[in-house]
Every structure is written in structure tokens, then in C-alpha cells.
């Protein structure tokens, strides 16, 4: 038996900022050691934060993570063990992402990230170059204040493998993994047995299930232990990164760490018997045959022992069955998390959330009643950092903490139910109860006073007051009657949220909560600048199917029994008159579903269909209930109120990235503000088509049940069908 202890790790850095995340790197080296680990992973990038974007372009980036590097090296954290760090490293002219194989108190080589993330949310081709010579190892010439430090002048720069004398071990980085020929495949091939993948990778919906699928693929067939470490919090940006750190044997999870957590540093452990990598590779045929006819990959050889030999003492990881949560649960861990890392270091005191007693609105509330949940527990846990953090945000004083998430609510969130004489009573106390359940400091006041001001204001300088389009009024006036009760409620949002520490003598500021979700976005049916501006959104790329099914859980598993009733009543902006024959509401204001608005978005962004494309793939999608003419009037409508409202999204809140089909404009989904809201060529096109299929007739006959059995020949194909699929875009 070769027997082998390994460590990797979750850990919440923050872009940037080196203290924080050299106690985090430290800590989790001193735990590997206690646990007798010889190999310690962390993330991609570790010493700096993978979130430093521009920030990797200055030149004190990089000499700074140096500057720590060396710190490492000159103390005793990597006697004994091999360490590997990630950090940016300058090249001749040329800047890498880089893995630092180091060990007793020496770089054994570094390894360039040879394959960059540059879709979605990432960019690394703005500030990396991708590594590609693969035949040999150059030699770096270390900075000269290093070289003097550490007494080694040079190191292998490159892509290659340590060889050891009992093993053979290898990076492989983030987005390598997922290429579509991985490095891991031609390095087991030459006898690596360990592989270590440092990744910086975002919490998505549904995404976590592909990424554990990769690390078992990739030993399954092949044999191996495959290392994950991954970065696990907000660290500066829109993105969660949701740890999961673990480590695969041959296919099998033998340890999983937590996807969301509060801890800064999270360790997970396990001992493998190597040979068991040698007996599976030894009996594949296909693996010997490709094996001898290998193409040779570089080589540093380290004469030192990482495994030990058959001992009882030292018992096995067994395989284990994977942790999963549901949707439902990752939107309530997910930004429940993101919220506090975000509130903890952003130096306020709390939050503050205009409470409209609507979905929305309660969903962000029952998210921000989770994560005091969570900060409860772990305070309870005994988690020295989370309850120092607590107890700064939640001014305790005389060594009191927080032991009740309603009291630890009570200091730190503010809601308010911001009502005119178009709200109801049962949105006025749907508020009221589920503030009352979650523990917010919570306010009513009427606004109406504050409307009629302005438009007396406008009737002076104009000579008009407008008015309701069910009293008579127009669409324009009608419009602006709402937008002006919207922009209000923003205004006086972030005018409690500066004041009301200071009316109960509380010393620091709130952060304003944002609650559009991420369909209201993609249609534009939100008012510039009104509540969907905030500091922060814990629901802008969220779905509003996702969310119905997220407060239905969160009434049980939450406590928050009210949410139910929030669930099952319509969604309406409450913007306009109720009469006995109206009443406002959303999908009826724009002319579409909210299921339907998922469809769309998934075809936009994921399938990346213009609008003839999604005419198609529609019509094979509905043409069993819709006719060609209705299927293109549905298409026309989508891109016309898109377009005029894209402007929107380049003002979007700064929200919590959660789904495929986000229209963030700022960093996920990049396109024109401007456009001609007609799309005269491609509206023609469409016209055109419906006209070919005899467009008053529906096109495809349901003979055969078709429709609810659409895998059969003529069904309506991958993108049609993707487009209905929660989990598609990964």
C-alpha cells in the first residue's frame, strides 16, 4: 500500500485585500499539518482574491502576492508539505495565472493556467495570457529580492508534473478541467496519480451537479485522486463562490466540504491508498495500450517521500454519498451568505428593504431572515470570527451576542411598507406579518402626501394635472403617474437608510435592498430608478417561477408561515386605482407570462437566438396549441419591450448571479442599449415565414400525443426544449 493524506479547502478571500487573505491561507495550512496532510490545495489565485479584475493589470498586484509568497517561504508553512498557492506571475512580458508548487521552504515549479475562462461572468484573457508550449519546462529567473530570500535563483516554469519517488502529482487549473482536451487525460497517461485543481467558480442555480460530474469523469475511466479547493464567498463582486471543495478517487467522492457556509476556512481531509489508482489503470486495457504510445510531458523530479506504507492507524476515505441542495435551498444559503460577507465588510450597520408585501419583496426579506439564522447558528457553533463580526454589525455590548435570529434581525434590518391609495390592506398586512416573523424593525407610512406635493408642483409650472388611465387619463399620463409613486419610494429608501441609525442612535449607515427579479429585468418592467435601485440585490438574477417555489419552502423549513399566502396571491405593482371592474396586474401589464419570460430569456441569452431564430424554434415548441401568427406576434411583442427598456440594465443594481439567462449588462451579458425598437429586416423575416406556413392555422398537428411526448421523431428538438429546462446554459 501506498498510503497518502491530502488537504483541500474552502476559503473566503477578498479581492485584494492580503491580510485577510494570508490569515485564511495560514490557517488552512496549520490545520492540514494538525490533521497530518503532505499536500495542502487552496483556490485559484488565493493570495490575491480571484475577484481583483483590472486590479491584476497593476504591477503592486503582482508584487505584492510576491511579498507574501516570500512570508510563506521564509516560515515554516510548507516544511513537510507540499503546498500549492495561486497568484500572478510576470513572465518576460507576459502576465500568467499561476499555480506555486512549493515545498520545505522551496518553489518546486510553477504551473501557467494554459486554458482561460473567458465567457459568462469571466474574463481572464483581459488580464492573463493563456500558457502554450507543452514540450518542455523553461527556467524562470525569480525576482531578485526572492532569489536572495529563498537562495534559489531560477525554478521549472511550465506545464509538466512533480515526480516523486512514490508518486506523481500535477495541477491542473479551473477551466482546464473543462476544456475539450483537459490536461489531467495525457497526464495520467504519464503516470500522474494526484491531481490538484485550484478553481475560482461561482454558485449558479443547478450548476454544482455538472461540476462534480467533471471530477469524477475524470478518474473514472482513467483512475486517479482528484483534488478540488474552490473560493467560498462574496469576494467584492456580484459572484458567490460556493467552495465544495472534495476529493474523488477513481470516480468515487470520498470527502465533500460545504457548498455555503459563513466560515472563512474549511478544511476537508482524506487518506487514499494510491495503489488502488495503479491496480484500476493496470486493469484497463485501453489505458496500457495508450499509456505506451504516450506523447512525453515535462518533468520535475523531488527526491522525497510524500506516502507512507501499510498502517492501521491511518484508516481510508470510503466513498460517500454526495450533498446536494435543492434549488430552493441554494436560494436561501446562497445570497443569505453573499448578504453577510457583503454587510460585514462593507463597514454598515445593516439593511434596510422597502417591504411591499409582494413576492419579491419577501423573498429578499425571508433571504436576509435566513442568513440571521445562519449567523445564529453559527455563533452558537462557536465560530469565534462570525460572532466577533456580529457583534460589531449588531452594537453588543457587555459581552451579550446574539442567541435569537428575530433580536439579531431587530438591530440589523429595517423594512417598510411604503403604501399610497392604490395599495391594498392585504399587501399592507402580509408586510406587516412576515416582518413581525423574520424580526425586522418595521415602519408603514403613506406616501401620498409626498405624490400630491409633486404633482401640485407640476400643475404650477404646467397648468395640467394628470390623470389615471381608468379615470380618463392617457397611457403617458397613466405611466408617469406610476413612475412617480416608484421613484419616491426609492428616494425615500436611501433617505431612512442614511437617517434611521441615526434616529434610534446607531452609529454607521444601511444598505438599501434591491428586489426585481431577474424576468422583470430581462422585459423591462421595472421604473429607472426606483426600488429596483438599490446598493445591493439578493434577487436580480432569479427567476419569478424560482421564486414562487422558494417562498412555498421557506414558509415551512424558515419559519416564515405568511410567505404561503404571499405565494398564492397575483403579483401586482399596486401602481394603479383597484375599481370594482380593475384591478392592476403584472403579466396582464406586459402582455406576457412569467413562464413565458423564462422561455424567451433562455432562447436570448443561452441559445442565443436574434428573433427569427426564436420564431422558429417557438413554432415547434407551441405549434401544437398556437398558430404561426400568434407564435410571431408573442416573438414581436418579447424584443420590442426588451429593446426599449435594455437601458435599463445598464443602471442595474449590482445583483447576486444566480441564472443563465441574466441581462446584467454591466458584466454578464454585454449588447446595445440603443436599439430600433422596430427590427424592421427581422420583423419582416418573421412576417415572411408566417406567411409560408399559412399563419392563421395551427402548424403541427398533435396526432400521436406529440406534445406531451416530445422525445418522438418531429418533436420540437434541443433548443426548443432547453428553453423549458431550468438547468440549461451550464
Wanted: include cysteine; hydrophobic fraction near 40%; charge should be negative.
Amino acid at each position: 500500500m501506498r498510503l497518502l493524506k491530502v488537504a483541500t479547502c474552502n476559503l473566503n478571500q477578498w479581492a485584494m485585500d492580503f491580510d485577510c487573505n494570508m490569515k485564511n491561507i495560514k490557517e488552512s495550512i496549520s490545520r492540514a499539518k494538525e490533521a497530518g496532510a503532505v499536500i495542502r490545495l487552496g483556490p485559484e489565485l488565493e493570495i490575491t482574491g480571484y475577484g481583483c479584475e483590472d486590479h491584476f493589470l497593476e504591477l503592486d498586484t503582482v508584487n505584492h502576492a510576491w511579498d507574501c509568497l516570500k512570508e510563506l517561504l521564509l516560515g515554516d508553512w510548507t516544511d513537510g508539505i507540499l503546498c500549492s498557492f495561486g497568484m500572478p506571475i510576470i513572465k518576460g512580458s507576459e502576465r500568467y495565472n499561476c499555480q506555486v508548487l512549493c515545498l520545505n521552504r522551496k518553489i518546486v515549479m510553477i504551473r501557467p493556467k494554459m486554458w482561460l475562462a473567458n465567457d459568462g461572468n469571466y474574463r481572464e484573457l483581459r488580464w492573463f495570457t493563456a500558457w502554450k508550449q507543452k514540450d518542455c519546462l523553461d527556467d524562470f529567473l525569480l525576482p531578485s529580492d526572492i532569489s536572495e530570500s529563498l537562495s534559489q535563483t531560477t525554478v521549472p516554469f511550465g506545464y509538466g508534473y512533480i515526480q516523486f519517488l512514490d508518486t506523481a502529482v500535477a495541477a491542473e487549473v479551473c477551466e482546464e478541467l473543462f476544456s475539450p482536451m483537459p490536461p489531467h487525460a495525457e497526464l495520467a497517461l504519464n503516470g500522474v496519480e494526484v491531481f490538484m485543481n485550484a478553481s475560482g467558480s461561482h454558485h449558479q442555480l443547478r450548476k454544482l451537479d455538472i461540476r462534480l460530474r467533471a471530477f469524477i469523469g475524470a478518474t473514472h475511466t482513467r483512475g486517479g485522486v482528484y483534488m478540488y479547493s474552490n473560493h467560498q464567498g462574496c469576494d467584492g463582486g456580484r459572484l458567490y463562490y460556493d467552495g465544495c471543495s472534495c476529493v474523488v478517487v477513481n470516480g468515487d467522492v470520498v470527502v465533500q466540504g460545504s457548498q455555503f457556509s459563513l466560515k472563512d476556512v474549511e478544511m476537508v481531509v482524506a487518506q487514499v491508498d494510491l495503489d488502488a489508482v495503479a491496480s484500476l489503470r493496470g486493469s484497463i486495457s485501453s489505458f496500457q495500450e495508450q499509456a505506451s504510445c504516450k506523447p512525453k510531458v515535462p518533468a520535475v523530479s523531488v527526491p522525497y517521500k510524500l506516502c507512507e506504507s501499510f498502517k492501521l492507524q491511518m484508516l481510508l476515505s470510503s466513498p460517500l454519498k454526495i450533498q446536494y441542495h435543492s434549488p430552493e435551498e441554494e436560494i436561501a444559503f446562497g445570497p443569505g451568505c453573499w448578504l453577510w460577507d457583503y454587510l460585514r465588510r462593507s463597514g454598515a450597520s445593516g439593511f434596510l428593504l422597502p417591504l411591499s408585501g409582494g413576492a419579491d419583496s419577501s423573498s429578499v426579506a425571508a433571504i436576509v431572515g435566513c442568513m440571521c439564522q445562519l449567523v445564529v447558528k453559527e455563533v452558537a457553533n462557536g465560530d469565534e470570527q462570525v460572532k466577533a463580526d456580529a457583534i460589531r454589525i449588531g452594537h453588543y455590548t457587555d459581552g451579550q451576542f446574539p442567541t435569537d435570529s428575530k433580536e439579531f434581525a431587530k438591530r440589523i434590518f429595517y423594512t417598510v411598507y411604503m403604501g399610497t391609495e392604490n395599495s391594498s390592506d392585504a399587501t399592507r398586512n402580509r408586510a406587516k406579518i412576515l416582518a413581525e416573523e423574520v424580526g425586522s424593525w418595521h415602519l408603514d407610512v403613506s406616501i401620498d402626501g409626498v405624490i400630491s406635493a409633486l404633482l401640485s408642483l407640476f400643475q404650477t409650472l404646467t397648468g395640467k394635472r394628470p390623470r389615471y388611465k381608468v379615470d380618463g387619463g392617457s397611457n403617458i399620463e397613466n405611466l408617469g403617474l406610476q413612475n412617480i409613486q416608484a421613484r419616491i419610494r426609492m428616494v425615500l429608501a436611501f433617505m431612512l437608510a442614511s437617517l434611521l441609525p441615526w434616529v434610534h442612535s446607531k452609529p454607521g449607515f444601511y444598505l438599501v435592498l434591491g428586489s426585481s427579479n431577474v424576468d422583470e429585468g430581462l422585459r423591462g418592467y421595472l421604473t429607472k430608478y426606483d426600488c429596483s435601485s438599490a446598493d445591493i440585490n439578493p434577487i436580480g438574477s432569479i427567476s419569478k417561477q424560482d421564486l414562487r417555489s422558494f417562498l412555498k419552502w421557506a414558509a415551512v423549513h424558515l419559519g416564515y408561515s405568511s410567505l404561503a399566502e404571499v405565494e398564492a396571491a397575483p403579483p401586482t405593482a399596486e401602481l394603479e386605482p383597484i375599481r370594482s371592474n380593475y384591478s392592476q396586474l403584472d403579466e396582464v401589464d406586459m402582455g406576457m407570462t412569467y413562464e413565458e419570460l423564462s422561455v424567451y430569456g433562455r432562447m436570448r441569452k443561452i441559445f442565443r437566438c436574434g428573433p427569427v431564430s426564436m420564431f422558429k424554434n417557438l413554432c415547434y415548441k407551441w405549434g401544437t396549441k398556437l398558430t404561426p401568427v400568434e407564435i410571431g406576434d408573442k416573438v414581436k411583442h418579447f424584443f420590442k419591450y426588451y429593446s426599449i427598456n435594455r437601458h435599463k440594465m445598464t443602471v442595474l443594481t449590482p445583483s447576486y448571479h444566480a441564472e443563465s439567462y441574466s441581462p446584467e449588462d454591466n458584466r454578464f451579458d454585454l449588447r446595445q442599449f440603443l436599439y430600433n425598437a422596430r427590427w424592421p429586416y427581422q420583423f419582416r423575416k418573421i412576417d415572411q415565414l408566417v406567411e409560408e406556413l399559412n399563419g392563421d392555422s395551427v402548424a403541427i398537428s398533435d396526432k400521436g400525443g406529440i406534445a406531451n411526448d416530445r422525445s418522438a421523431d418531429g418533436g420540437m428538438g434541443v433548443v426548443a426544449a432547453g428553453s423549458g429546462n431550468p438547468s440549461a446554459g451550464f
